[in-house]
């Protein structure tokens, strides 16, 4: 059960990183880091089927995307990640491809493509395409190829096991209901591997010509003007091919033993040399290893690899019903932070598609405190140092919408969870009540535009409910009220925009013991900002070691502040942003 839930989030507790190895500094040093467009970002994470539907049909589509671009725009974020688009059967929402040149029908045409990606860069938005090459569907013609005949010149393409040998050495799936990551198929009496579900088989990366269909996949894209690429559960292209015995163990430190093979660095290179150096473009993976040393051979400039990851540390604090102490979430990032300070490129993020919603696992959604704290995280995410990654809907405070029966989700991982949780005689309540609050279903509802039925996402049944709270929390009534999440979030966007300091300069932790509060300054030269997170239902007072007449407030994520000479006293969930004159 439990590591059921290891599973279910994925990359997050399975890519589990344990940097032990390199314990830096938790204060950095004046950085001379190169200056890159893609490190001045701002992302907007958009999950197309829950963004807007044009044609009714209660699916997202790129059509929508365009209608809202003027949406995006007010934001003031300038790149936007749409997780994949593809021709896809859809087991696992588009990450399962059949066809890498073609859009999903759901979401419409190659000609509605190129007028988002047109439209957007009249805008001076950059697009990131997700890349899914770890595996493609099942029903990807290589496969279906692949599995006609043993010598078929794409038997390959993919990593297959003659029966005749006995059965392949036991790897578990991460998405599996029967949890084997090998599926026997009768048609040439061999299993072939899939670390995901059994519709998304593993492409044999040993193979050269898998590694230039995939080049060629990504020149076509970056022919067409994509910026970016997020290169998706990367770190698993590169296997032990013998697929040995694994240790007792081994689900612990999946990373170790599925990815960060042997030759990955070396595909890497290739494809760095083939497709990365030859457009004006970045690439970012997901997942940055197990230890600093593996994210740092994936990022730094000097190895000719990608240029950015993310790590998923972060993303394990707060990964159960317990909760988590801000001590852990500050010492994660001051950890990361500092192992980046000189070299190397990271992003910031606090949800995405595969977790929660951010204000439900790292605020407190109760009424009282939803936006307050919602703010407060976006103000976090904002100010770090790294690419900032704002999942759509977190900008309104959209939270998690904890179904309770098991026909309500729609994720194959919540399904097959269940599936295996009943299968193994495990806590089948138990496995709901974590499901209800750790669902990848949660981050995935419509985005809600007004009040109007469905939130205005869909004139008809919505792929996945509406969350009931839509009829306060949605962008007609936040657009005006002032003081709503989103305008707040316009702000602070602009402040980044506004201020090299916050994307470049040094990080240092103030007040490392105080439990409720996360204080940090950045700097670059003359200038340096102050930044007060409460992460706490509590008032919170710090004595700093300036005096506040010295230093100039220009964020406040609450009506009102309390300042007395040295002291500020913080409000629940209260984020205050000072430069020093
Ligand atoms: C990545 C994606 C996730 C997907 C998985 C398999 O972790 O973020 O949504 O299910 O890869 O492609």
Known sequence: MKRFFICLMVIIALIACNNEKKEPETTSETTDIQKKWWKEAVIYQIYPRSFKDTDGDGVGDLKGIIEKLDYIESLGVNMVWLNPIYSSPNADNGYDISNYREIMDEFGTMEDFDLMLNEMHKRDIKFVMDVVVNHSSDEHRWFQESRKSRDNPYRDYYHWWPAEKGEPNYRYSLFDPKGDAWKYDSITNSYYLHYFSQKQPDLNWENPKVRQEVYDIMKFWAEKGVDGFRLDAFQFVSKDTSFPPLPEGYEKDVIKYYGMGPNLH?????????????????????????????????????????QMAYHFKGMDVGNSLEGYELSEFKEVYTKWDSAFAKEGWLSIFLANHDVPRMVSKFGNDSPEFRAASSKMLNTFILTMRGTPYCYYGDELGMTNIAFDSISQYQDIVAKNGYEKTINEGGDIEQYMTELK???????????????????????????????????????????????????????????????????????????TENKNVYAYTRKLNEKKMLILLNFSTENTSIEISEKLKDLKLVINNLSDVELEDSKVTLKPYQALIFSYK
């Open 266 to 306: 070396k595909y890497l290179k290739e494809l760095n040399k083939e497709v990365l150096s030859q457009y004006d473009v970045f690439a970012v993976s997901e997942g940055a290893g197990s230890t600093f040393e593996d994210a740092h051979s994936l990022v730094d400039a000097d190895r000719n690899e990608l």
């Open 437 to 511: 609050f750790l669902s990848r279903d949660n981050g995935r509802t419509p985005m809600q535009w007004d009040d109007s039925e469905h939130a205005g996402f869909t004139t008809g049944t919505p792929w996945l409910p509406v969350n009931e709270n839509y009829q306060k929390v949605n962008v007609e009534a936040e657009n005006n009220d002032p003081n709503s999440c989103l305008n707040y979030f316009r702000d602070i966007v602009k402040l980044r925009m506004d201020n090299p300091v916050l994307v470049y300069g040094d990080y240092e932790l103030l007040f």
